[in-house]
């Protein structure tokens, strides 16, 4: 964790004899700084609960197909459903918090995560029916029978697990917002060696079966929330935790309306591309489709992970400036990670672009597989360029809490461009998979990028930070 003498050593002024070129330099070497703190451990730290889930799916997928099946199925469908809500939602928490913080107002960050903690809470009670009800609602997506049923089944077992999304995200975002991303890539760490070694003991070694695989999943995400905890209340956030509040309670429809921008904001992109693999599964010979577009859907999940570590970055780091007054250090901070992120996005762009041949060797060794993911790997390196811009203007929408505006965006750009154009390109002019990716991210992510990205530069940054002051000084 960074003391405070460390944070200035980041912040020192310029030197007033640099050069023009050396001062630029210098600023983006100390932005750059700041922005990796958070970035760094944030990559690391997704990657590890993500890990998780691919963990049990692998673990299942050796108890036979039915059960890979339902798991998958449970975990990419019921769950994930539940899971981008609820972290759009969390990321509410991005703006208040890392304004806040910015500002001084320390004691604000703990308030603000315990309202978190009940608006998310109460929105898992409220999503319960999706568990309910999971069989007929798979039933009526096409499932068959045996799989729907299964599914359900542990659908319902994996209620812990939707349970701690309520204070799992709330926590990492409260920490991030402080800049103690260490904590939580440690605590994410030690959850997920804990995950792999449960599970080779109890799945592999003493074969448990499929429902042990789901009560390791709950149990070590739950490892998760009582290791973040710890650390907040056990001596490491002495300024922003100081016990439970009741104002907690208190502006709570404020907070709310913020939660649901948010949680609309985030799941509007996480839905986007599930609606690709319901589209693709209703094509002629969908079997081979959607086997080399899970593939690529994998190698872009993977990837993705960089981007929306730097979505947190960039969502902390102007919340932090705007907080503090800065708008000029908020731009700074957005043209940098911009930057920053789109080079690495034209890394893996120009890695797939090399070995479109070979990415999906990885998975399989079957000819007709590895030609018809070959054939979408143009599209897939696009993806990942473009998806290495678009999460930094929406973190910079979160960090200047612009979640509510940014929500009509996607849903315009998404729902009412990409889909339909995917749907025209596909079925219409017969370009089958590749003709409903195209048309999704030309026609929806692209544009939505486009439209972020002109509102960001056309952003007066001055009145932002006016703004972030004078909300802290309403709510604080």
Not at 5 to 32: F, H
Not at 96 to 118: D, H, N, P, T
Not at 181 to 186: D, E, I, L, Q, Y
């Amino acid at each position: 964790m960074p003391s405070n003498n460390e944070l200035e050593e980041i912040e020192a002024p310029l030197l007033e004899d640099d050069s023009a070129d050396q001062a630029l330099a210098r600023k983006v070497w100390v932005e750059s700084k700041k922005l990796w703190h958070i970035v760094g451990p944030s990559i690391f730290s997704r990657l590890a609960t993500y890990s998780m889930s691919v963990v049990t799916i692998a673990f299942a997928g050796h108890l036979g197909d039915l059960e890979l099946a339902a798991i998958s199925i449970a975990n990419n469908v019921i769950v994930a459903f539940n899971f981008g809500l609820l972290l759009g939602m969390a990321s509410a928490l991005e703006t208040l918090c890392g304004q806040a913080f910015g500002a001084k107002k320390y004691y604000m960050l703990g308030v603000y995560m315990q309202r978190s903690w009940i608006v998310l809470f109460t929105c898992c009670v409220l999503l319960l029916p999706l568990y309910l009800f999971a069989s007929p609602l798979l039933k009526l997506l096409g499932q068959p029978n045996d799989v729907a049923e299964l599914s359900a089944t542990v659908s319902m077992w994996m209620l812990p697990l939707h349970f701690s999304f309520a204070f799992q995200f709330p926590l990492q975002r409260f920490l991030q917002c402080q800049l103690k991303t260490m904590a939580v890539a440690w605590v994410s760490l030690v959850a997920l060696l804990v995950h792999i070694f449960v599970s080779w003991l109890f799945v592999y070694k003493m074969q448990f079966g499929l429902i042990a695989t789901i009560h390791i999943l709950n149990f070590s995400w739950w490892v998760l929330v009582f290791g973040l905890f710890g650390y907040v209340v056990f001596g490491g956030c002495p300024l922003t935790w100081t016990g439970f509040s009741a104002e907690a309670f208190s502006g709570l429809w404020e907070f709310v309306k913020l939660s649901a921008a948010s949680g609309v904001m985030l799941c509007l992109e996480n839905w986007y591309y599930r609606i690709l693999m319901l589209m693709t599964g209703n094509l002629p010979n969908p079997k081979l489709a959607v086997d080399a577009l899970s593939i690529c859907m994998t190698i872009n999940g993977w990837e993705i992970m960089i981007p929306f570590a730097f979505l947190a970055g960039t969502g902390v780091r102007v919340a932090n400036e705007l907080g503090a007054g800065n708008g000029k250090g908020a731009k700074f901070a957005t043209i940098v990670s911009v930057v920053t992120s789109s080079l690495i996005g034209l890394f893996f762009w120009l890695l797939i672009m090399i070995y479109h041949k070979e990415i999906a060797l990885i998975f399989t060794l079957s000819e007709v597989i590895l030609q018809a993911v070959n054939e979408l790997s143009i599209l897939l390196a696009f993806t990942i360029l473009l998806n290495s811009i678009q999460p930094v203007f929406s973190g910079v929408a979160v960090g200047s809490g612009w979640q509510s505006y940014v929500a009509y965006v996607n849903l315009g750009t998404y729902y009412f461009v990409g889909v339909p154009l995917g749907f025209l390109m596909g079925w219409v002019f017969h370009q089958g998979v590749k003709g409903i990716w195209l048309g999704m991210i030309f026609g929806g992510t692209a544009v939505q990028t486009l439209i972020l990205a002109v509102i960001t530069m056309r952003c007066d940054w001055d009145k932002e930070a006016e703004k972030a002051i004078n909300i802290c000084k309403e709510v604080c």
